[in-house]
């Protein structure tokens, strides 16, 4: 079954300690990408990928990571959380940046930053 | 302002309504248009592009005023499982990402 796979779902965390947000997916795309979600907001772009080894800010670059060594894999990292960071998180990808529009997204990961 | 804007509703219609959203922007460079649903706490989905010439697929019709820099959406014979948030999604030209209105929610009432 194609998908997008994150981890995990949920978390809870203090600020300040290190976390990574998992994303793999198994459809050989080229462009991953990563969104937040905040209430009146809509989606913003975190950071995205073109392919393996090549990343970019989105919109909202402040305070995250990410890295690309593998194709299926995107992961988010958050070296240093703070509370501004709680928000609703999703993966995407695409078989090319020119069909950005026709993305997969996982499910979500829904972080808490007390 | 924002890019996207959008009436975050809720629209709450009887079963069997009809129900039209519509979604401005600002950049008028803005190349092509979407609209996506996303069920409650669920990943967003596309739901069906907008083209100039506007476009049907089934109870939906979404239509583009470029002119007025406006999308809308309009669903016919509302069911209760048309109930969600439908997010207008705009990509301007040499972007490699799009651009998301924060959502007009749909309550379909029976």
């Known amino acids: 079954e194609a998908q997008v796979t994150q981890n995990p779902r949920y978390l809870i965390t203090v600020t300040g300690k290190k976390l990574t947000v998992t994303c793999s997916q198994n459809?050989?795309?080229?462009?991953m990408s990563w969104y937040r979600q905040d209430p009146g907001l809509g989606l913003r772009q975190i950071y995205y990928?073109?392919?393996?080894?090549?990343?970019d800010k989105g919109d909202v670059p402040e305070g995250y990571k990410v890295s690309r060594k593998e194709k299926r894999n995107f992961p988010l990292i958050l070296e240093s959380p703070s509370p501004n960071q709680t928000s609703l998180y999703f993966c995407a990808s695409s078989l090319y940046a020119a069909v950005v529009y026709e993305q997969y997204f996982g499910p979500g990961t829904r972080l808490t930053v007390t | 302002r924002k890019e996207v804007e959008q009436d975050p509703g809720p629209f709450n219609v009887p079963e069997g309504a009809t129900v039209a959203f519509n979604c401005t922007y600002s950049n008028s460079a803005s190349q092509s248009f979407f609209w996506y649903r996303q069920d409650c706490r669920k990943e967003p989905k596309l739901l069906m592009s907008?083209?100039?010439s506007g476009n049907e697929d089934g109870r939906f019709t979404a239509q583009l005023n470029r002119a007025s820099q406006y999308i809308s959406l309009l669903i016919r014979d509302s069911k209760l499982s048309d109930s969600a948030t439908y997010l207008c999604?705009?990509?301007?030209?040499?972007?490699?990402?799009?651009?998301f209105g924060s959502g007009t929610r749909l309550q379909v009432q029976p």
């Open positions: 459809m050989n795309h080229e462009y």
């Open positions: 999604v705009v990509r301007d030209t040499g972007r490699r990402a799009l651009t």
């Open positions: 907008v083209y100039s």
């Open positions: 990928s073109m392919n393996v080894e090549v990343t």
